[in-house]
């Protein structure tokens, strides 16, 4: 059973925007934080943002200033909007949703199935 379902990644030159979504199943999305987790070829699982159910957000300092997530209710959807991307934001984006959702990864309780998102320069 497919709980998390991302779309939106793709291709995109350096300076460019992609929004991510990110469809929940209800009981998931109602009670959990969820977040956004990239890795890139040879480097580690790194956590770019996340956002309470209650709408605070984090964000990592690589990205402050240049990403935005966002959560729907009536949609039971979450998104990452990104804006001046650079090539080093190449990786593939991963969904997640769970009470602790660190940078340390091992407490996400659900997982999306992952995006790729490559940014050319």
């Known amino acids: 059973q497919v709980q998390l379902v991302e779309s939106g990644g793709g291709w995109v030159q350096a300076g460019g925007s992609l929004r991510l979504s990110c469809a929940a199943s209800v009981n998931i999305f109602s009670s959990n934080n969820m977040g956004w987790y990239r890795q890139a070829p040879g480097k580690q699982r790194e956590l770019v943002a996340r956002?309470?159910?209650?709408?605070?957000?984090y964000y990592a300092s690589s990205v402050k200033g240049r990403f935005t997530i966002s959560r729907d209710n009536a949609k039971n959807t979450v998104y990452l909007q990104m804006n001046s991307l650079k090539p080093e934001d190449t990786a593939v984006y991963s969904c997640?949703?769970?009470?602790?959702?660190?940078?340390?990864?091992?407490?996400?309780?659900?997982w999306g199935q992952g995006t790729q998102v490559t940014v050319s320069s």
């Open positions: 997640a949703a769970g009470w602790i959702l660190g940078t340390d990864s091992s407490r996400v309780q659900y």
């Open positions: 956002i309470t159910n209650t709408g605070i957000t």
